[in-house]
């Protein structure tokens, strides 16, 4: 029995085979653009127009309606004279079951659709009770007019949605039942069948954001439509970090020339409603690369409209069911050997604030405390954590800025404690939620670091007797933090020392160079050891360069030696180690420039009386930054950039004591002037 099926689908197999044989031609004609050719041939066989060309059982005109070649399809659908044949071709879907409505949805191409709803009119007049290409669906349950907000193109959404609301049964009826049949119409369109995503949802996930903006002003009820697994449109935004990020903004030279065209933002806003612009600058953005910019910025002005009204819209955030709260206590009742376990999270049962804080879509909460202000208070309904409690756990610094500015606001949520009984120190102490992009250090002793400073934030705004808390497990913060990255200060004590004795090693080499020089000078020396070209300019710069770079390169040595010397435990990464590693950095990159300079100057002592002198003058001081941004790229100049940075802070408040001192120094002096 199972032969004889097997034959029977070998046998349909050969019979396919055979059949679409006949059409390669066509399709090749087709798949490489020679459209004379396959006018040709389907002029001498118009049967064949209705017939299947591909394996997925396409017609040649769904093809065509890809390709976009309007002529072409014009004059495919005159050869099919009879009508029946004309509904045939216009209704049948291909193994998809898209027709050829669907393909153009999907290509954008508005003038051809305008074609092809014109001949379905024509068919309309004798078959008045076929189902109009409209309101065909596909295998998942898509019409047209859903495939082409999918794919987002907005005219074309705009022109389908116009034929459905004006369809002929629907003229002779009052204004009001004309707009409720209207409504009617189009909530055939809103969902599709296989997973009942909107048709505004599917317009989001595809980041089509000027198609969805324009779907939710048209139709403001499709704003809380839910899918399959119980998902808004918010929630599911709220979920897209990337979206939210302006790719052109990672690109300098795109940052530069948009300046460059457009300085302000009316201007933006006159290049974004107003394309057509008479200046030079209109040349530049026919370029793909700018153009391609340009539609990224309007499509990222969309999302902002997009997201406030889908805020407006959002209620979830009013219901807040407050059961079982956990209190402070120093003893944890159900102490457990076992290794803490956090409660799973479900991104299902989470608001759209919530999903926002996680994913550390900063635009989202900003907007959502804006016009729902008492939704900052709303507790997840799986763990009981509040938006400060996810802040913290995965490290959204500017959502946790956001937060802090209102001592009111942070004093309310900081003392909250979540269903495994941890405090927002506890989520501070945690590694496991630590998101991956948010890894920026440029070594394990920094992100140590990082991890250290960030306990330290959140100890500021929680209260003082919170840390002797004990979660569920019996852990206070600071033991659950230790024993959360014993692995990473194993990682940064291997780190820090491997970095200390090779930078010692070079800042070793580099005062024995400098050290050899200082009694090498160049031309040599004279009869009384006196270096001949001393009264050179080009020598006291040599000897200045040579003498820094020696101090320099001892310097940094002995500080890394004092690295290597020192006990590497938690609180010596939190200010003293990462400080001494990069002035370490920041000394040896210093006596590397040094020893450039020392050697440029030796080279122009030598060669500075040679008709050529100017020529290699040149050549050197062209290498010499050449040569400086090559070292850029290695972490001495990062540790010389974070070195200036922390100098800097760590500065201020003495400059300050400074100033106040002066300055109540010299109100005293007036004081005793005045009297």
Same mark, same amino acid.
């Given at each position: 029995?199972?032969?004889?099926?097997?034959?029977?689908?070998?046998?349909?197999?050969?019979?396919?085979?055979?059949?679409?044989?006949?059409?390669?031609?066509?399709?090749?004609?087709?798949?490489?653009?020679?459209?004379?050719?396959?006018?040709?041939?389907?002029?001498?066989?118009?049967?064949?127009?209705?017939?299947?060309?591909? /394996?997925?059982?396409?017609?040649?005109?769904?093809?065509?309606?890809?390709?976009? @070649?309007?002529?072409?399809?014009?004059?495919?659908?005159?050869?099919?004279?009879?009508?029946?044949?004309?509904?045939?071709?216009?209704? /049948?879907?291909?193994?998809?079951?898209?027709?050829?409505?669907?393909?153009?949805?999907?290509?954008?191409?508005?003038?051809?659709?305008?074609?092809?709803?014109?001949?379905?009119?024509?068919?309309?007049?004798?078959?008045?009770?076929?189902?109009?290409?409209?309101?065909?669906?596909?295998?998942?349950?898509?019409?047209?007019?859903?495939?082409?907000?999918?794919?987002?193109?907005?005219? *074309?959404?705009?022109?389908?949605?116009?034929?459905?609301?004006?369809?002929?049964?629907?003229?002779?009826?009052?204004?009001?039942? $004309?707009?409720?049949?209207?409504?009617?119409?189009?909530?055939?369109?809103?969902?599709?069948?296989?997973?009942?995503?909107?048709?505004?949802?599917?317009?989001?996930?595809?980041?089509?954001?000027?198609?969805?903006?324009?779907?939710?002003?048209?139709?403001?009820?499709?704003?809380?439509?839910?899918?399959?697994?119980?998902?808004?449109?918010?929630?599911?935004?709220?979920?897209?970090?990337?979206?939210?990020?302006?790719?052109?903004?990672?690109?300098?030279?795109?940052?530069?020339?948009?300046?460059?065209?457009?300085?302000?933002?009316?201007?933006?806003?006159?290049?974004?409603?107003?394309?057509?612009?008479?200046?030079?600058?209109?040349?530049?953005?026919?370029?793909?690369?700018?153009?391609?910019?340009?539609?990224?910025?309007?499509?990222?002005?969309?999302?902002?409209? *997009?997201?406030?009204?889908?805020?407006?819209?959002?209620?979830?955030?009013?219901?807040?069911?407050?059961?079982?709260?956990?209190?402070?206590? *120093?003893?944890?009742?159900?102490?457990?050997?076992?290794?803490?376990?956090? /409660?799973?999270?479900?991104?299902?049962?989470?608001?759209?604030?919530?999903?926002?804080?996680?994913?550390?879509?900063?635009?989202?909460?900003?907007?959502?405390?804006?016009?729902?202000?008492?939704?900052?208070?709303?507790?997840?309904?799986?763990?009981?954590?509040?938006?400060?409690?996810?802040?913290?756990?995965?490290?959204?610094?500017?959502?946790?800025?956001?937060?802090?500015?209102?001592?009111?606001?942070?004093?309310?949520?900081?003392?909250?404690?979540?269903?495994?009984?941890?405090?927002?120190?506890?989520?501070?102490?945690?590694?496991?939620?630590?998101?991956?992009?948010?890894?920026?250090?440029?070594?394990?002793?920094?992100?140590?670091?990082?991890?250290?400073?960030?306990?330290?934030?959140?100890?500021?705004?929680?209260?003082?007797?919170?840390?002797?808390?004990?979660?569920?497990?019996?852990?206070?913060?600071?033991?659950?933090?230790?024993?959360?990255?014993?692995?990473?200060?194993?990682?940064?004590?291997?780190?820090?020392?491997?970095?200390?004795?090779?930078?010692?090693?070079?800042?070793?080499?580099?005062?024995?160079?400098?050290?050899?020089?200082?009694?090498?000078?160049?031309?040599?020396?004279?009869?009384?050891?006196?270096?001949?070209?001393?009264?050179?300019?080009?020598?006291?710069?040599?000897?200045?360069?040579?003498?820094?770079?020696?101090?320099?390169?001892?310097?940094?040595?002995?500080?890394?030696?004092?690295?290597?010397?020192?006990?590497?435990?938690?609180?010596?990464? @939190?200010?003293?180690?990462?400080?001494?590693?990069?002035?370490?950095?920041?000394?040896?990159?210093?006596?590397?420039?040094?020893?450039? *300079?020392?050697?440029?100057?030796?080279?122009?002592?030598? $060669?500075? @009386?040679?008709?050529?002198?100017? /020529?290699?003058? $040149?050549?050197?001081?062209?290498?010499?930054?050449?040569?400086?941004?090559?070292?850029?790229?290695?972490?001495?100049?990062?540790?010389?950039?974070?070195?200036?940075?922390?100098?800097?802070?760590?500065?201020?408040?003495?400059?300050?004591?400074?100033?106040?001192?002066?300055?109540?120094?010299?109100?005293?002096?007036?004081?005793?002037?005045?009297?």
């Amino acid at each position: 029995m199972e032969d004889m099926e097997e034959m029977e689908e070998i046998e349909e197999d050969v019979f396919i085979g055979k059949a679409l044989r006949q059409s390669q031609k066509p399709y090749k004609w087709a798949m490489y653009g020679e459209w004379e050719p396959l006018k040709e041939f389907y002029k001498k066989k118009p049967d064949e127009v209705v017939r299947q060309l591909s /394996t997925n059982n396409d017609t040649v005109l769904h093809v065509v309606a890809v390709a976009g @070649h309007n002529d072409v399809l014009q004059f495919l659908i005159d050869l099919i004279k009879e009508p029946n044949k004309l509904l045939y071709a216009f209704t /049948t879907g291909n193994s998809y079951g898209n027709t050829i409505l669907h393909e153009m949805a999907a290509s954008g191409n508005l003038e051809a659709t305008v074609i092809l709803m014109s001949e379905e009119n024509k068919v309309k007049e004798k078959y008045r009770s076929y189902k109009i290409m409209l309101e065909i669906q596909n295998t998942l349950g898509e019409t047209p007019l859903y495939r082409a907000a999918a794919f987002g193109h907005t005219n *074309l959404v705009k022109y389908l949605a116009s034929q459905v609301k004006l369809q002929p049964q629907q003229q002779d009826i009052e204004q009001q039942d $004309i707009e409720k049949q209207q409504e009617e119409a189009m909530e055939y369109h809103f969902n599709r069948n296989h997973d009942n995503l909107s048709i505004l949802q599917i317009a989001v996930i595809s980041q089509h954001f000027e198609t969805a903006l324009w779907l939710l002003k048209e139709y403001p009820n499709l704003a809380n439509r839910k899918e399959s697994n119980g998902l808004t449109s918010l929630q599911l935004l709220a979920q897209m970090p990337y979206a939210f990020e302006a790719k052109f903004c990672k690109n300098i030279w795109k940052m530069l020339i948009y300046k460059w065209i457009y300085p302000s933002t009316d201007d933006l806003k006159s290049r974004i409603n107003e394309p057509s612009q008479s200046s030079c600058s209109q040349n530049i953005t026919r370029w793909r690369p700018i153009r391609d910019m340009f539609d990224e910025i309007k499509n990222q002005k969309c999302l902002s409209s *997009l997201t406030r009204m889908l805020v407006e819209e959002d209620y979830s955030w009013a219901v807040n069911i407050t059961t079982d709260i956990n209190t402070f206590t *120093l003893v944890c009742p159900n102490k457990s050997d076992d290794p803490p376990q956090q /409660t799973s999270e479900s991104t299902l049962k989470q608001t759209p604030l919530h999903i926002a804080t996680r994913m550390g879509i900063s635009k989202i909460v900003k907007k959502m405390l804006e016009s729902h202000p008492q939704a900052v208070e709303v507790l997840d309904p799986v763990t009981r954590q509040n938006i400060l409690h996810m802040a913290i756990k995965y490290r959204r610094l500017a959502i946790f800025n956001m937060l802090k500015r209102s001592k009111s606001i942070t004093s309310r949520l900081a003392y909250r404690i979540d269903t495994d009984g941890n405090t927002i120190l506890h989520h501070a102490a945690y590694v496991s939620s630590y998101p991956v992009d948010a890894q920026g250090s440029i070594g394990p002793a920094f992100q140590l670091q990082e991890e250290l400073h960030w306990m330290a934030r959140v100890k500021k705004i929680i209260p003082s007797h919170y840390a002797m808390h004990q979660n569920n497990q019996g852990l206070t913060a600071q033991k659950l933090f230790e024993k959360e990255h014993a692995n990473d200060l194993k990682l940064a004590k291997g780190w820090i020392k491997e970095t200390a004795q090779s930078c010692s090693t070079v800042a070793a080499l580099v005062a024995t160079v400098a050290y050899a020089a200082a009694f090498t000078a160049p031309g040599g020396n004279d009869n009384y050891g006196v270096p001949v070209l001393r009264h050179s300019t080009f020598f006291v710069t040599f000897a200045v360069s040579d003498i820094i770079s020696l101090i320099f390169s001892l310097t940094s040595l002995c500080t890394f030696l004092s690295i290597l010397t020192s006990p590497i435990e938690y609180k010596n990464f @939190h200010h003293s180690l990462p400080f001494r590693l990069h002035l370490g950095f920041a000394l040896l990159f210093f006596s590397l420039v040094s020893t450039m *300079l020392t050697f440029t100057a030796a080279v122009v002592l030598l $060669i500075h @009386h040679q008709k050529m002198w100017t /020529t290699s003058l $040149i050549y050197v001081v062209a290498l010499l930054p050449v040569s400086v941004f090559g070292l850029s790229q290695f972490p001495l100049y990062e540790g010389f950039r974070q070195c200036v940075k922390y100098i800097s802070k760590e500065m201020k408040p003495i400059i300050s004591s400074i100033r106040g001192v002066f300055g109540f120094s010299q109100s005293l002096k007036a004081r005793n002037t005045i009297f």
